[in-house]
């Protein structure tokens, strides 16, 4: 999104040209952009683009605060996610998820915006998690990590294995299985890795 060229505008024109993005990520990021950087307020930006004071000053929220993978995953339109067994449709992750997460630090964020996405908890459910101090069940914990697991090796092209933490699940580790010699030399090469510059 090209701010200089719209901040060259008029101020009407220019909030109506910032805040035309094509996702709700990028209006957030617009809004917060405007009020942070241009000294606008949230009504004078929300009178602007025909929405409720109460709406802009929820979407500034989204845009100060959530992280890059919560805003990433607001741009999705019917397409795989991290973590999801099946398609994103429609946008599955909502503004309502993204604002039920802004309170947390980016780190818990990510963690509990896979498990939504993998579990397609509805913004009720990932609010009572929130509430709970971001606790699940363990069934909810392995599925998350069997999902993931499954995508990365499909990605790799070898079997990963995630395994977190018992006692902390924000820590863990990644196994990733080979047989044979040439097929660790296609793993490091898939990871970009030169061992000969290396080693």
């Known amino acids: 999104m090209n701010y200089d060229y ?57 845009g100060r605060n959530c992280s890059s993978y919560v805003k990433r995953m607001l741009h999705k339109r019917g397409q795989w996610v991290i973590g999801s067994p099946q398609p994103v449709i429609g946008g599955y992750f ?45 069934d909810e914990n392995a599925e998350y990590f069997k999902q993931l697991s499954s995508y990365l090796s499909e990605n790799l092209g070898h079997p990963v294995q995630v395994k977190c933490d018992k006692n902390n699940t924000n820590n863990g580790k990644i196994e990733i299985s080979y047989v044979g010699l040439d097929k660790f030399d296609a793993i490091v090469d898939k990871m970009g890795i030169n061992l000969e510059d290396t080693l």
Request: glycine content about 10%; some cysteine; hydrophobic content about 45%.
């Open 94 to 138: 909502s503004l309502g998820h993204a604002r039920a997460l802004a309170g947390l630090n980016h780190g818990d964020q990510d963690i509990l915006a896979a498990k939504t996405i993998a579990g397609r908890w509805s913004v009720r459910k990932l609010e009572r998690v929130v509430t709970d101090g971001g606790a699940t069940t363990k």
């Open 6 to 62: 719209c901040m060259a505008l008029d101020d009407e024109e220019a909030l109506k040209t910032l805040l035309s993005p094509s996702s709700p990520a990028e209006q957030a990021e617009a809004i917060a952009f405007l009020v942070d950087q241009e000294g606008y307020t949230a009504a004078a930006v929300a009178g602007a683009i025909g929405i409720g004071d109460y709406e802009a000053r929820r979407m500034l929220r989204i």
